[in-house]
C-alpha cells in the first residue's frame, strides 16, 4: 500500500521544471521531511478526484514555500502567515475552484495565527493543511509555536520553557471550538498506518470542500529531522513518543454542514451601464427638472458659508440642504463637515461654498454667511465674518446681539418656529428658508426639492414644507427697511 | 445631466464599480469608513463581494489572493492601515499583480489624529514596503476626481499588472460635490496569466519568488523597464495661468484646491502666479517642472506634510530654480490668506 501510494501521482510534475539546480526529479525536502510524502498524499487525492485543474495551491512561506515546484495545478505563493486571507480572496472570487491552504506551523499558527482563526471562524470553503513539525525549519530550526516544552532549538537552547515562552498551542482543539468549521482531525506521518489515517483525513477534507460542506483543517504531527537534530527514524519516533503524548490524534470536530459562505455570488458578472447608474443614482434625483435660478442679490452672489452649533442640531444636515438646492440650480458647491469622534455630542460645524465658478478651496476661513445656531458658535464665530457679510442667529438659542456694527444680522427664533410647526428637527429648514428669502440665491421649489432628496422619510415632508415657508414667511415680515 | 452630491469616499466606491471592480475587502478607520460603508452596500448588488477583513493585513492579503484570479478588486484604508498593508503591496508589486488601494490620509505619526494630512506621500510614492518596486500614485482634488480617478485606476492597474494607489486626504474624502457618473468599463483586456481554476491556467503561478540573484535582477530590471514606460506615457498633471507665471505653485490633493483659490486672488491682485498640480504623483510630471523652470523664476510648494514631496520638486529642478516650501502637519489646513501672505513676501523679495 505504501509503496502504491509513493508512485507519483498524476496532479504532481514530471519533471519539476520550477525547481532551479541540478536535480529537477527529486524534492527540495531533506531526506525523511514529512512535507514530501504530505504532497503525495495531495496530490494523490487531487488525482483520485479528478479536480487537477480547478484546485489552486497556496504555497506557505516556511520550506513549503516551493510547494508549486510539484504541483501541477493553479499555484500561488503567499506572504506568511496569509495563507488563509490569500485563499479566502480567491475561493469568494471562483466558488467552483478547489483551494488549498498549505501551511507549517510558523506560518499558521505563529504569524499568520489570527488568519487561520478568522478564516476558520467565517466557515470558509477550503481545505487547510497545516504541517505541525514542531519548529521553524526554514530558517534554521528556531522555536515554533507548537515547539515542545524541554525541546532545544536555537532560540530557546537551554529547551523550551513555559515560564519565558509559554505553552506550545494545539490549534486543532483551539479552533474546533469555533461554530463554523466542519472537520478538523490530527493525524500524523510517523509510520505506515499513521500515513494512511492522514491519507483519509486530507481526503475527507478535500471532499468536504468539493461537497460544499465548509472549512476542514487536517492537522499532521511530522518530522522534521534536520530541525531536530536527528535521523529519519529516530525523528519519526519522537513524532510519536514526544509529539502524540502533547498533541493528541485524533477528530476533534466532525459535523455535517454546509458552508456558512458556500453560495457568494460569482465573480465578474455582466452589468449594463443603465443597470449600474440606476443602482447608484438609485436614491438620488432621478427627475432632471429644471429649476428657474433666482436673480440673487449682489452682496450675497458666490457666498462662503460657514455652519455651526451643537451637535444633533442639523447643522451638517443645514449644509447639505444648502448645497444640493445649489446643484439643483446648477451651482458649483462644496460641502465640508468636520467629522469623526469630535462631533460626538460637541458642537459641529461645516463649510459650504456656492458659486457661479469653479471651486477652489472648500474650507471657509473668512465666511460670507455665518449660520450661529447657538451662543457658543456665535461667540467663536463672529469675529471671522467678512466685513459686511450676514450673520443668521437662531434667536432661540442665542440669547445676545451681534456685537458687530459691520456686518448684516438675521435674527430668527427657528427653534421656537419648528416647534410650532411640531418637529424641533427642522429648525434647519427654518434657517434655509430664511438664508432662501433674505438672500434670493435658492428658490422656494429647490429647496423643497432637496429637503425630498435628503429626508428619506414621507411623513415628515410636509411638517419640512410648512418650515421652510415659515422660515421665508419670517423674513418676509421682518426684513429691516 | 443627473448630478448627484456625494462624499469624496462614496465617489470612490462609484468609480471602483463603474470600473469593473467586484471585490472589495477592507478594515474600518476614520477618516476611510465610508468608503467600507458603501462598498459593503453596492458590492453584494452588482454581484460582486464584500468582506470586512479581520485586518488590513488580512485585507490587502484577500485582495492579492482576488487579483490572482483575475477579479477587479480594491481595498482602502488610511496611514495606520497602509503602514499594515505595505507587505502585501511589496508582493503584489513583485508578483505583478494589478489590484487598487485608496489611501485617505489622516494625521500621523502612530495613531496622530483623523484630520486630514499628507504624510503618507513617502510611504506610499516611494514604495513603503521592502523591495525595488513603484506602484502607480493617483492623487484626486475632487469629488469627481475621486470617482474618475478610482475608475482610472483599475484600467492602469491591469493595463501595467501592478499595484495602483489613489492617494487623497481626509477633506476630499468626507467633502461632498456634485459628481456626474462617467461610463461604465465594459470591454476587459485577457489575462493569460492568472490562476483562476481552469486548465487554461492550470499551468500558472503567482509568485514573487525568484531565488537565483541573476533571475532575480532579470525580474528587478524587468520591473524597472515598466517603471520606466509608466513614467513616459502616464503623467497627469493639471495647470493653471502658468504660461505667464513668475512663480509656480505646487501641491496636490486637498491643498492643490487651496492653491486653486490662491491663484484666483494673487491673479485678481496682479501677481503673476500659476498653479502645477500634479495628478499623477509617481509618475511624477518631472520634465513638467523641468520646462516651466525656464520660464518661472521660483517654485513654491505647499503640502500638509514636512515637504515630502517638495523632496521631489527639488530632485526635478536639479538645482536650475529656488524652490520654497511652506506647509503644515497634524491636521492643520493652510488658508487661501496665509500663503497668499507668503507669496506678497516672495514677489517683494524677487523685485530686490
Ligand atoms: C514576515 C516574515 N517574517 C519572517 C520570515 C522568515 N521565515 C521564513 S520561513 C519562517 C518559519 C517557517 O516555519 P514553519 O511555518 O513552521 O514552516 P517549516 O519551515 O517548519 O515547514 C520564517 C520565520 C518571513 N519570510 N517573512
Ligand atoms: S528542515 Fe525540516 S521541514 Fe524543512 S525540509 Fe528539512 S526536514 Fe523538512
Not at chain 1, 21 to 49: Q, R, W
Not at chain 1, 72 to 80: L, T
Not at chain 1, 310 to 338: I, K
Not at chain 2, 56 to 81: D, H, K, W
Request: glycine content about 10%; proline content about 5%; hydrophobic content about 40%.
Amino acid at each position: 500500500m505504501l509503496k502504491e501510494i509513493l508512485k507519483k501521482p498524476e496532479s504532481f510534475y514530471d519533471t519539476f521544471f520550477r525547481k532551479p539546480g541540478a536535480n529537477p526529479e527529486s524534492t527540495h525536502y531533506c531526506p525523511g521531511c514529512g512535507h514530501g510524502v504530505i504532497h503525495k498524499l495531495i496530490a494523490e487525492a487531487m488525482d483520485d478526484f479528478g479536480i487537477r485543474d480547478r484546485t489552486i495551491m497556496i504555497s506557505p512561506v516556511g520550506c513549503s514555500v516551493f510547494a508549486y515546484y510539484y504541483f501541477d495545478c493553479g499555484n500561488v505563493q503567499a506572504a506568511h502567515g496569509r495563507a488563509p486571507a490569500v485563499g479566502t480572496g480567491i475561493k469568494r472570487a471562483l466558488p467552483n475552484s478547489i483551494v488549498i491552504s498549505y501551511q507549517g506551523d510558523g506560518d499558521l499558527a505563529g504569524i499568520g495565527g489570527n488568519n487561520i482563526l478568522q478564516a476558520a471562524n467565517r466557515g470558509e470553503n477550503i481545505t487547510v493543511i497545516f504541517v505541525n513539525n514542531a519548529i521553524y525549519g526554514m530558517t534554521g530550526s528556531q522555536m515554533a509555536p507548537t515547539t515542545l516544552i524541554g525541546q532545544r532549538t536555537t532560540t530557546t537552547p537551554l529547551g523550551r520553557s513555559a515560564k519565558n515562552e509559554g505553552y506550545p498551542l494545539r490549534i486543532s482543539e483551539l479552533l474546533a471550538t469555533l461554530e463554523a468549521p466542519v472537520y478538523i482531525e490530527r493525524v500524523a506521518i510517523s509510520d505506515a498506518k499513521h500515513v494512511l489515517k492522514t491519507r483519509k483525513a486530507i481526503r475527507k477534507a478535500i471532499q468536504n470542500q468539493i461537497e460544499g460542506k465548509g472549512f476542514s483543517l487536517v492537522e499532521i504531527l511530522s518530522p522534521c529531522p534536520t530541525g531536530w537534530g536527528m535521523s529519519p527514524s529516530e525523528a519519526n519516533k519522537w513524532v510519536d513518543e514526544a509529539m502524540c503524548k502533547y498533541f493528541k490524534l485524533g477528530v476533534y470536530k466532525d459535523v455535517n454542514g454546509s458552508a456558512v459562505n458556500n453560495n457568494t455570488p460569482a465573480g465578474n458578472i455582466a452589468i449594463t451601464k443603465d443597470e449600474i447608474v440606476s443602482l447608484l443614482g438609485s436614491n438620488k434625483p432621478k427627475d432632471e427638472k429644471k429649476f428657474v435660478k433666482p436673480e440673487a442679490d449682489e452682496n450675497y452672489k458666490n457666498p462662503r458659508i460657514k455652519i455651526a452649533g451643537f451637535g444633533g442640531q442639523g447643522v451638517l444636515l443645514l449644509g447639505r440642504l444648502l448645497s444640493e438646492s445649489a446643484m439643483l440650480l446648477d451651482y458649483h458647491t462644496t460641502w465640508l463637515p468636520s467629522y469623526g469622534p469630535e462631533m460626538r455630542g460637541g458642537t459641529a460645524n461645516c463649510h459650504v461654498n456656492i458659486s457661479d465658478k469653479r471651486i477652489g478651496s472648500p474650507l471657509v476661513s473668512t465666511p460670507d454667511v455665518l449660520f450661529a445656531m447657538n451662543l457658543p458658535s456665535l461667540d467663536k464665530f463672529e469675529n471671522e465674518v467678512r466685513e459686511n457679510g450676514v450673520i443668521f442667529i437662531n434667536t432661540s438659542m442665542v440669547n445676545r446681539k451681534v456685537r458687530r456694527k459691520d456686518v448684516e444680522t438675521v435674527y430668527i427664533p427657528a427653534t421656537r418656529i419648528a416647534d410650532e410647526v411640531g418637529q424641533t428637527k427642522a429648525t434647519n429648514v427654518v434657517l434655509i428658508g430664511a438664508f432662501a428669502e433674505y438672500t434670493k440665491l435658492l428658490s422656494f421649489e429647490s429647496v423643497l426639492s432637496a429637503v425630498k432628496n435628503i429626508v428619506r422619510k414621507k411623513e415628515f415632508w410636509e411638517t419640512n414644507e410648512t418650515a421652510l415657508k415659515k422660515g421665508m414667511e419670517y423674513v418676509r415680515n421682518n426684513r429691516a427697511g | 445631466m443627473l448630478r448627484l452630491f456625494m462624499k469624496g469616499n462614496e465617489a470612490a466606491v462609484y468609480g471602483a464599480i463603474l470600473g469593473g471592480c467586484r471585490a472589495y475587502y477592507g478594515y474600518p478607520i476614520t477618516p476611510a469608513s465610508e468608503i467600507a460603508e458603501t462598498a459593503a452596500k453596492y458590492f453584494p448588488q452588482v454581484g460582486g463581494t464584500f468582506l470586512q477583513a479581520e485586518s488590513e493585513v488580512a485585507a490587502i492579503n484577500m485582495v492579492y489572493g482576488a487579483a490572482s484570479t483575475g477579479q477587479r478588486v480594491m481595498t482602502a484604508s488610511s496611514g495606520p492601515g497602509l503602514s499594515l498593508k505595505q507587505e502585501g503591496i511589496s508582493y503584489s508589486a513583485g508578483s505583478e499583480l494589478p489590484l487598487v488601494v485608496v489611501d485617505v490620509m489622516r494625521g500621523g505619526p502612530g495613531l496622530g489624529n483623523i484630520a486630514p494630512e499628507q504624510g503618507d506621500y513617502n510611504q506610499i510614492v516611494k514604495g513603503g514596503g521592502h523591495g525595488n518596486y513603484r506602484v502607480i500614485v493617483l492623487a484626486p482634488n475632487c469629488v469627481q476626481e475621486m470617482c474618475d480617478l478610482t475608475k482610472a485606476a483599475f484600467e492602469l492597474a491591469d493595463k501595467y499588472r501592478n499595484p495602483v494607489i489613489v492617494l487623497t486626504d481626509g477633506f476630499v474624502g468626507q467633502m461632498m460635490e456634485p459628481v456626474v457618473l462617467p461610463e461604465p468599463i465594459t470591454e476587459f483586456q485577457e489575462k493569460p496569466w492568472v490562476v483562476d481554476g481552469t486548465v487554461k491556467t492550470v499551468n500558472n503561478l503567482i509568485s514573487s519568488i525568484e531565488l537565483e540573484p541573476e533571475d532575480l535582477e532579470r525580474h528587478n530590471i524587468k520591473l524597472q523597464k515598466k517603471y520606466k514606460t509608466i513614467s513616459e506615457n502616464e503623467v497627469r498633471y493639471e495647470e493653471l495661468y502658468t504660461e505667464d507665471a513668475e512663480v509656480i505653485l505646487m501641491g496636490y490633493g486637498i491643498v492643490s484646491r487651496v492653491l486653486q483659490s490662491v491663484v484666483d486672488e494673487a491673479r485678481s491682485e496682479g501677481l503673476p502666479v500659476g498653479l502645477l498640480r500634479p495628478v499623477t504623483l509617481f509618475p511624477f510630471p518631472t520634465n513638467k517642472i523641468q520646462e516651466l523652470s525656464r520660464t518661472a523664476k521660483l517654485f513654491f510648494v505647499s503640502e500638509m506634510s514636512n515637504g515630502q514631496m517638495f523632496d521631489d520638486v527639488r530632485l526635478a529642478l536639479e538645482g536650475k530654480s529656488p524652490a520654497k516650501f511652506f506647509g503644515h502637519m497634524g491636521g492643520v489646513v493652510p488658508t487661501t490668506e496665509e500663503i497668499l501672505e507668503q507669496l506678497k513676501m516672495i514677489f517683494n523679495e524677487l523685485k530686490e
